[in-house]
């Protein structure tokens, strides 16, 4: 019996996808996955295969405590490559609860991303009332966003 009553609070879905240049795959290419959350920040690192896949495992966090009054209840998600001098977002985010919305999942479980391509926004709907919707910036290619545009430099 577990006398230890723990939350678990889901920070990211299954990750997975395939990293291109010029339609060829990228092996060997080392990724860094950084979340945020509970004042707490986690890093995990993976390289791709031959075909230029990579994948991650979900990620969530167990505690026996509570978030506090004064945690504003936020998870940063960072999705990294370092291309010479250069860091590439294929994800980069930060957003409200710790739950998995469902964007992410229908998103991170297949990245498709060419490392030539420029980084976009991508606004996805909230479902509330006087809320702009959720940030994304990647130079991956989303689905289901309600505007998507180039970040200038």
């Known amino acids: 019996m577990d006398i230890l009553n723990k ?5 990211t879905p299954k990750i997975q996808g395939n990293i291109l240049e ?21 890093e995990f690192k993976a390289r791709t295969n031959k075909n ?31 291309n010479e001098i250069n860091y590439k977002y294929l994800w980069r985010s930060y957003l409200p609860g710790y739950e998995i919305l469902d964007f992410m999942s229908e998103n991170l479980a297949d990245l498709r991303c060419d490392i030539n ?10 479902n509330k009332k006087n809320h702009d919707g959720y940030e994304v910036h990647t130079i991956c290619y989303l689905h289901g966003a309600v505007e998507s545009g180039y970040i200038e430099e």
């Open 22 to 42: 010029n339609n060829l795959p990228i092996e060997n290419l080392e990724l860094t996955l950084e979340v945020n959350a509970l004042n707490e920040t986690i």
């Open 52 to 82: 230029g896949v990579f994948h991650f495992d979900p990620i969530s966090i167990s505690s026996i405590k509570k978030p506090s009054m004064f945690d504003q209840k936020m998870v940063s998600t960072s999705l990294t490559i370092k």
């Open 7 to 11: 939350n678990l609070y889901k920070l």
């Open 117 to 126: 391509s420029k980084e976009k926004y991508f606004i996805f709907n909230s």
